[in-house]
């Protein structure tokens, strides 16, 4: 009973992560209709930028969760300017090709650069250390991530939804030529919405880089995952994307437990089961 | 009109027929090598583009290409899965003229091509998959293991780690052939020593979290953690190990197959203490410390030769000179394998050697630690030997595989 509470605990650690990269697409599918394929790229470059920033520049983690989101972000902002922005109003196939292949592109720069086993990052002296919770081992870190990645997912959700910013954005989405006549200057706002998605993925890997290696593949490896849980969730639901990726942290967590072999599928098929049942995934808007 | 170019056509066809007859009568000097291996996913540092660097340096090095002959290397990426691998070897002895397949890390894509290289009577030199099968169960007329096998290391780490006092194990093992191999071979060795097995927890192959894996390993309270994974899945168990706190909760990791990449991936201060088995080690002497310094300064991020990349290399120069002495001709992969086992091996590298009736290449096997940051005078200064294991007890007896070819 014990290692299950642990389980429990690591698979709302997992889960943070999912979160936080699903609420990204999420927030990217919702206010540009972009399926977002690059965003495990971003993550990636999220995670190397907190190690060019400490290992080139000399400033640490925490400098790095303010910057490095700033910089792929910015990077973001680049791409939604050069390249999206003229797929307005296309097929959803054609983000989907543009931003997958920039992912194989981003990706392959890297490996080029760095190699495959990555490079090493070490977590920052005020988060070492761990709790004794009594049926666990409790790294300091690892519960700082929970924390940290709960706080920026439910603020997301705040300004998206409670906010009059978030209430121009959302209306921009739904019927762009009525908000720009009010005024409000909505391709830039569609550009600044990419980049946040963006730098939300690149939080995401400054947060993941002292636990795992920083490699070139880290965010391939583990967007699949992601965009299942965004189609479990529901494609563009801010809510439902940051329950589903704690949910799924969990229920892997478990699958871990019982029956490790199929800790990587898990995921896969409650997606088809709720695909089956729910075609708009759990908290999804009929379309 | 039409009866005449018919006529030209078919003399035009009995000349070509006439010139390739006559090419065949001669002795065929061109050798093509295909480095099946992972380009690009958790083991590509360990074999990848530095194997095909290692293969280029050696046929530089036998200097068959002065003599007249025409060798190439070409690259392929079988992505860690053995239908994709099987279908490159497939594609490149059938239509791409390749003689011999070398390096392919991954023992489930190694064991396929092993298959594939026996059917179509081809070679296949391996240096980077563990299981110890390829030159038992498995074992064929075609293929030469080389450079390190799961007995080997569950020999040379398993043991040394039960004599001093780690008698109780658990298993964190990578769910494929390679991790299957590795923990039985494992196993048979704790439990020769009087040892114990606690359980065995098995991941995925290329697997980014391994807390679940982990915790699971405290709970059982093993003395020893034994890492039935390789490359990039090592490298993050022990990461995570420490950060879970599972050696200062007195248990202790026994990577059981770690590579000069991956410590150079975890840094000395998380690696710092492990123990583990090689056969090659960049700053041995003074010949391979100069091979290395070769290659890093070919490779794109200057890196050392990891024990799979000198593998390669010295399978592909005893390969060439097997060549040399057969006076050509690759298309036999039985006869030159049949040559290369005939010959005594002996190359910079891994120094004197055989290779089996079973395929297995015969060298010491070495014992080494991870040095402490202190000890390091800089980077790729990782290990201290330990101990030498001798040639002839480094690998399992040829008797005990289960291989058709031992008599």
């Known amino acids: 009973m014990q290692a299950l509470y642990g389980q429990l605990v690591v698979g709302l650690i997992n889960g943070s992560f999912y979160a936080l990269l699903s609420l990204g697409l999420a927030v990217i599918f919702g206010m540009l209709n972009i399926i977002n394929f690059a965003h495990g790229a971003f993550y990636m470059m999220g995670a190397f930028a907190a190690y060019f920033l400490l290992n080139w520049a000399g400033l640490g983690y925490w400098w790095a969760l303010l910057l490095a989101p700033l910089m792929v972000g910015a990077v973001g902002v680049l791409v939604e300017r050069t390249m999206l922005q003229w797929l307005t109003g296309l097929d959803h196939l054609y983000g989907l090709l543009l931003t997958f292949g920039l992912a194989l592109v981003i990706q392959g720069v890297f490996q080029n650069e760095f190699g495959s086993s990555g490079l090493p990052y070490a977590i920052p002296a005020e988060l070492r250390g761990a709790q004794n919770l009594g049926f666990m081992f409790l790294p300091n870190y690892r519960a700082w991530v929970i924390v940290f990645s709960l706080v920026v997912c439910l603020a997301t959700w705040f300004v998206i939804e409670r906010t009059k910013l978030g209430a121009y954005l959302r209306a921009a989405t739904e019927r762009p030529e009525l908000v720009r006549a009010f005024g409000i200057d909505v391709p830039r706002m569609i550009t600044l919405t990419y980049g946040f998605g963006v730098a939300l993925a690149a939080l995401a890997g400054v947060l993941a880089a002292p636990i795992n290696q920083v490699r070139p593949l880290m965010g391939a490896d583990f967007i699949i995952v992601v965009f299942a849980v965004v189609v479990i969730g529901g494609m563009g639901s801010i809510m439902g994307s940051i329950v589903t990726g704690f949910a799924l942290g969990l229920i892997e967590g478990l699958t871990k437990y019982f029956y490790p072999e199929a800790s990587s599928t898990v995921v896969f098929v409650i997606m088809a089961i709720v695909l089956l049942v729910k075609p708009n995934g759990l908290f999804g808007r009929t379309a | ?407």
Request: charged share 20%; glycine share 10%.
């Open chain 2, 1 to 407: 009109m039409q009866s005449r170019t018919i006529t030209a056509l078919l003399a035009a066809v009995a000349a070509t027929a006439l010139t390739v007859g006559s090419a065949t009568a001669q002795d065929n000097k061109t050798v093509r090598i295909g480095n099946l291996s992972d380009q690009s996913g958790l083991y590509a540092d360990l074999g990848g583009p530095g194997s095909t660097l290692a293969a280029q340096m050696a046929i530089e090095d036998s200097g068959l290409v002065a003599k007249g002959w025409k060798i190439d290397v070409i690259a392929g990426d079988h992505q860690n899965k053995p239908d994709v691998g099987t279908n490159i070897a497939r594609q490149w002895y059938d239509v791409d003229k390749v003689d011999v397949i070398v390096d392919t890390p991954n023992s489930g894509v190694a064991l396929a091509v092993n298959q594939v290289t026996r059917e179509k009577n081809k070679a296949f030199l391996n240096s980077g998959a563990a299981t110890s099968d390829l030159s038992g169960k498995a074992c064929s007329p075609n293929t030469v293991h080389w450079t390190y096998d799961t007995w080997m290391l569950a020999h040379g780490t398993g043991e040394a780690v039960v004599k001093s006092g780690g008698d109780s194990w658990f298993f964190l093992t990578a769910d494929y052939a390679f991790g299957h191999a590795l923990e039985r071979d494992t196993t048979e060795v704790v439990k020769a020593n009087k040892g114990t097995v606690t359980g065995a927890v098995r991941h995925p192959l290329n697997t980014a979290d391994f807390s679940s894996f982990l915790l699971q390993a405290q709970s059982s309270k093993a003395k020893i953690i034994g890492l039935a994974n390789a490359g990039g899945d090592t490298t993050n168990s022990i990461k995570q190990a420490s950060e879970f706190g599972i050696v200062a909760g007195g248990q202790k990791l026994a990577a059981l197959l770690l590579f000069l990449p991956d410590v150079h991936a975890l840094g000395l201060q998380v690696a710092q203490g492990l123990t583990f088995t090689e056969t090659f080690y960049w700053d041995m002497n003074d010949q391979t410390r100069a091979f290395s310094k070769r290659f890093s300064e070919r490779m794109k991020n200057k890196m050392m030769p990891s024990m799979v990349h000198a593998g390669v290399y010295s399978a592909v120069l005893h390969y060439l000179k097997a060549m040399e002495a057969l006076g050509g001709n690759p298309g036999d992969g039985a006869k030159v394998v049949a040559k290369m086992k005939e010959m005594p091996t002996d190359d910079a590298l891994f120094g004197k050697g055989t290779i089996r009736a079973d395929g297995r290449k015969i060298h010491p096997a070495y014992l080494f630690e991870v040095k402490k940051p202190a000890e390091s005078k800089g980077p790729w200064d990782y290990y201290k030997l330990v101990a030498t294991i001798p040639a002839d007890k480094a690998f399992r007896p040829a008797a005990e595989g289960g291989c058709s070819l031992v008599k």
